[in-house]
């Protein structure tokens, strides 16, 4: 069993940064894949970038797009999302993800969310 705690989120002007951190407990998590997913008002839940166990890692090319990076911090059970030159329609609730596999099309486990919210 992962549990998956968000943190992080908040209110941010557009172009600012912010910083999304996503602490797990139990056991194994330097092998799991983490990743970051999305859901804006209104949308469906989309993946923003994931990072597996190696340090490998991949992005929505479209939303994440240069402006985020995922690593991770296995000493620490974090994964983090380094996020700039935020937009607008950045404004999501933000989950943090964990599967054993590589992949995460269907992640076993869920954060709870955190709110980014970026004012124009």
């Known amino acids: 069993q992962v549990q998956l705690v968000e943190s992080g989120g908040g209110l941010v002007q557009a172009g600012g940064s912010l910083r999304l951190s996503c602490v797990a407990s139990g056991r194994s998590f330097s092998s799991y894949t983490i990743g970051w997913f999305r859901q804006a008002p209104g949308k469906e839940r989309e993946f923003v970038a994931r990072?597996?166990?190696?340090?490998?890692?991949?992005y929505n090319t479209v939303s994440a797009r240069g402006r985020f990076t995922i690593s991770r911090d296995n000493a620490k059970n974090t994964v983090y999302l380094q996020m700039n030159s935020l937009k607008p329609e950045d404004t999501a609730v933000y989950y943090c993800?964990?599967?054993?596999?590589?992949?995460?099309?269907?992640?076993?486990?869920w954060g709870q969310g955190t709110q980014v919210t970026v004012s124009s």
């Open positions: 990072i597996g166990w190696s340090g490998g890692t991949s």
């Open positions: 993800a964990a599967d054993s596999r590589v992949t995460l099309l269907n992640p076993q486990y």
